[in-house]
């Protein structure tokens, strides 16, 4: 049976992916309520539901939980007009709301020393929601070994290329699951990056230069989401409570940022806060 759903939202460059022609994509993974394709290139649109929200990679419908579970993997996806096929399922884009994933950093980095001035807040709120098995716990051999490779790479942040990319080097792929820890910590480290880094283009190619072959296909799509300045609307909420005085915005934003994936949000933060507090 055919089951025909309408977009909400869409990125812009989730769009920009599917308006690329001869759009072509297959499966990459089915979960609970999210569908991951992924084009030749290696490009990633992800349908998510509202309670996961946009995201640089994300195409947001109404997705009730068991509906996509008879999309197998490796199943193709084709875009005919404004209609994305998937199988059975049928998502009509036209009337989705084309949502920006590039906060403005421009003026965020004006903010910068507000921004600082809040961070000891954000690290004792972080803690005190953090995962027990996140970076931001350090519970672990492993966390303490990725921490470790991450603090090494102060001397790339300087300006020593060497440094940068071997550090990038150690931490891609490091850890488990479709998002390893060392890239979500990665990720983390190039929105901090795109605040505070004085040429935060070049300083994220690079990183994403050595780290997306050493990784997996929906890691390397959020990598190169983040080193273009990319990031989630819980990330942009967040950066919008750090750049105010509005105490009471800061908690739920690091709280709705580290509900992402098991430990994925926290190990953001914890790069995004390695080489800024530590």
């Not at 509202?50 to 509906?67: C, F, K, N, Q």
């Not at 036209?94 to 403005?104: H, L, S, T």
């Not at 909420?237 to 992402?260: C, E, F, I, K, Y």
Request: one cysteine or more; aromatic letters at 4%; proline letters at 7%.
């Amino acid at each position: 049976m055919t089951m025909r759903l309408a977009a909400h939202s869409i990125s812009r460059t989730a769009k920009a992916t599917l308006q690329r022609p001869p759009f072509s994509a297959h499966v990459l993974a089915v979960f609970d309520q999210v569908c991951d394709l992924v084009t030749p290139q290696g490009d990633v649109v992800a349908l998510v539901p509202p309670s996961v929200g946009d995201g640089p990679l994300s195409v947001v419908v109404r997705i009730e939980p068991g509906e996509l579970a008879r999309i197998l993997p490796g199943t193709p996806a084709w875009l005919d007009g404004d209609t994305l096929y998937i199988a059975d399922l049928q998502v009509a884009l036209d009337g989705a709301f084309v949502w920006e994933p590039c906060p403005d950093w421009d003026a965020l980095r004006v903010g910068l020393g507000t921004i600082m001035a809040n961070l000891p807040s954000l690290r004792s709120i972080a803690l005190r929601h953090a995962p027990a098995d996140s970076l931001l716990t350090v519970r672990s051999t492993a966390s303490s070994v990725i921490l470790s490779e991450a603090k090494n790479l102060r001397s790339g942040w300087k300006g020593d290329i060497t440094c940068l990319r071997e550090g990038a080097a150690r931490l891609a792929g490091r850890g488990i699951g479709l998002t390893p820890a060392g890239d979500d910590l990665l990720a983390g480290l190039m929105l901090w990056a795109w605040l505070a880094h004085p040429a935060p283009e070049p300083f994220c190619h690079t990183l994403a230069e050595v780290a997306i072959p050493r990784t997996t296909t929906l890691s390397a799509a959020l990598l190169r989401a983040a080193a273009r300045g990319e990031c989630e609307a819980t990330w942009q909420r967040l950066l919008t409570a750090l750049s105010t005085n509005r105490a009471g915005q800061l908690a739920p934003a690091v709280q709705q940022v580290m509900a992402h994936g098991a430990t994925s949000g926290a190990d953001m933060l914890a790069g995004f806060l390695c080489l800024a507090v530590g």
